[in-house]
């Protein structure tokens, strides 16, 4: 699985292909890296992510809608909720969601988060912390919203995460996931999960993620590196 996917825009990665031929592109692409679900991006591009969406679901592709909110939080400077929603009128649901985000930018940082899950909640929806170990502010920032909001999904790039966030939770109990948040073909499922013991739906990686489902086997496909505790370093 891929929980982040963009459509790409066509102006980047120097693409010069038609629209509907750069759609087709994308979808016979994901359907050969045999990913069976994704998360789709919705980047206000309606008519791009309804085609996208179609030709997935005719590849017999489950497809999750995603929308991202960056917002300040703590320390960090920006701190990104991927949210993600029921499939069932998934534009409409979008749309107001993200409307009745925006009317809420006089609240300060700690009630934009908890506007933010508030509304995941009320659409039957989930969150996953995107990268939250990109530094020490996402990383404390992503503790914090464990803590206070029981938020337990961490999307993370670095294998040593896990490690660290036990060291800093004192406990376990929290759902890791790898997604590539492409934007460019070339990074499609450089970064994925998979998942064991359950039939791929929204309802059923919903409870995954939420850690409500504790008897499936998910495991998260990184590429190692080396750079984490030089980093990390003055955060440990």
């Known amino acids: 699985m891929d929980l982040l996917i963009h ?3 066509p102006k980047e990665g120097g693409l010069t292909l038609p629209p509907d031929e750069m759609l087709k592109i994308l979808v016979t692409l994901i359907q050969t890296k045999k990913i069976a679900l994704v998360g789709l991006a919705w980047d206000n591009n309606s008519e791009a992510w309804l085609k996208v969406a179609e030709g997935l679901k ?5 497809v999750i809608p995603v929308t991202q909110v960056t917002t300040p939080f703590l320390n960090c400077s920006r701190f990104t909720f991927n949210c993600y929603f029921p499939p069932q009128n998934a534009l ?3 749309s107001e969601f993200k409307e009745r985000l925006d009317s809420m930018k006089k609240l300060n940082f700690t009630s934009t988060a908890t506007a933010i899950v508030d509304l995941v909640n009320l659409y039957s929806g989930f969150i996953i912390l995107n990268k939250i170990d990109m530094s020490p502010s996402s990383l404390d920032s992503a503790c914090v919203l464990y803590r206070d909001f029981g938020l337990k999904a961490f999307d993370i790039v670095h294998p040593e995460t896990s490690k660290i966030l036990q ?3 004192k406990t376990d109990d929290f759902v890791l996931v790898a997604s590539s948040d492409a934007r460019l073909f070339s990074q499609i499922a450089q970064r994925s999960i998979s998942v064991k013991g359950v039939t791929l739906s929204f309802t059923s990686i919903r409870s995954v993620i ?7 086997s998910l495991s998260v496909n990184l590429t190692p590196t080396g750079v984490f505790r030089e980093k990390f370093h003055a955060g440990l």
Not at 58 to 62: D, H, N, V, W
Not at 210 to 216: L, P
């Open 7 to 9: 459509i790409p825009d």
């Open 58 to 62: 005719q590849r017999k592709i489950c």
């Open 92 to 94: 409409e649901v979008l």
């Open 167 to 169: 060291e800093k939770l």
């Open 210 to 216: 939420t850690g409500k489902n504790k008897k499936c």
